[in-house]
């Protein structure tokens, strides 16, 4: 029994580990340092505002600035030196990327090199390589961010442990002190998260269609530049003075074209980014309010705040 085809997506990474080994395990551990990194410089100042505010102990005090500072010289470090060598893996990847298309297109049929769709699909890559860095590039984006994300949120979590009793669970009579200000506001937090999860779907559809259709207007581009640019064609072009059409045809029509495609394009990304934005920051403002409301029942210390 065969077994069935890997999706696009493993055959990618499957690709990534095949070519460069090392690219995941680095891309995952530069991550997870830099979504560790900015909790040391929530946690410590919030123990040195404690300590100021109760025992003002000069001892703790130095040790914590002490330990704040020297986490923060190692992980800057550490995060350098992984850097240095994924530039240097990533580098090794998108150059290899571009190797296994040209040795497959000079493994294929001519006539299937000929192909308008083929044609369509190459003049996609190209672009996308020039924009975006190619599908290894895009797949380790997507990675990086997953990882980040995921880190920064476990690491939330767990800093956030010794509050959850505290937010949902009632600690007095007023309607701050109860859980259902805090169950309000995870709710439209998540509500707001799947609208934006909706909205960011159907952006990325559309842009999808919209690329396809600048890659088939690109196509053509790239025949009329590859035409003027050959010998034999281009000697013909100029007897028989085709200049004119090839201008309006190729520059006019084709170039108007395509840049309203991409600014489209960049419209509906610019959209989403925007809105992305106001959601956050609406979803933030009511979490400072909330957490500033608790505080000020006396649930929160300053540090803790």
Do not use: C
């Amino acid at each position: 029994m065969k077994k069935p085809p890997k999706s696009p997506v493993r055959r990618g990474y499957a690709d990534i580990r095949a070519r460069a080994p090392a690219v995941l395990p680095l891309t995952a551990l530069s991550n997870v340092l830099a979504a560790v990194t900015p909790f040391i410089n929530i946690v410590f100042p919030a123990k040195i505002i404690d300590v100021l505010f109760t025992s003002k102990d000069v001892k703790t005090l130095a040790a914590l600035a002490l330990s704040a500072v020297l986490l923060n010289y190692a992980l800057s470090l550490l995060q350098a030196a992984v850097r240095a060598r994924l530039v240097m893996h990533d580098e090794h990847l998108w150059i290899g990327e571009k190797n296994s298309v040209t040795e497959k297109m000079l493994r294929m049929d001519f006539a299937a090199l000929e192909q308008a769709a083929f044609r369509s699909k190459v003049e996609q890559h190209r672009d996308e390589g020039a924009n975006e860095g190619g599908v290894f590039m895009q797949l380790l984006w997507v990675t990086r961010i997953a990882v980040r994300s995921f880190t920064s949120i476990l690491s939330a979590a767990i800093l956030m442990r010794h509050f959850w009793a505290v937010m949902f669970t009632r600690t007095g009579e007023s309607f701050v002190e109860g859980p259902w200000l805090s169950a309000i506001f995870a709710g439209s937090a998540l509500m707001v998260g799947g609208v934006m999860g909706f909205i960011t779907g159907k952006i990325n559809q559309k842009s999808v269609k919209m690329r396809k259709q600048y890659a088939d207007i690109n196509r053509v581009f790239s025949f009329y530049r590859d035409m003027i640019t050959d010998y034999k064609t281009g000697k013909e072009i100029r007897i028989f003075k085709e200049q004119p059409f090839i201008l309006r045809h190729a520059t006019a029509e084709l170039v108007t074209r395509g840049v309203k495609l991409q600014e489209k394009i960049s419209s509906y990304y610019a959209m989403n980014n925007g809105l992305a934005t106001m959601l956050f920051s609406v979803v933030a403002f009511a979490l400072y309010l909330m957490i500033g409301l608790k505080a000020r029942a006396g649930l929160y210390s300053i540090g803790d705040m």
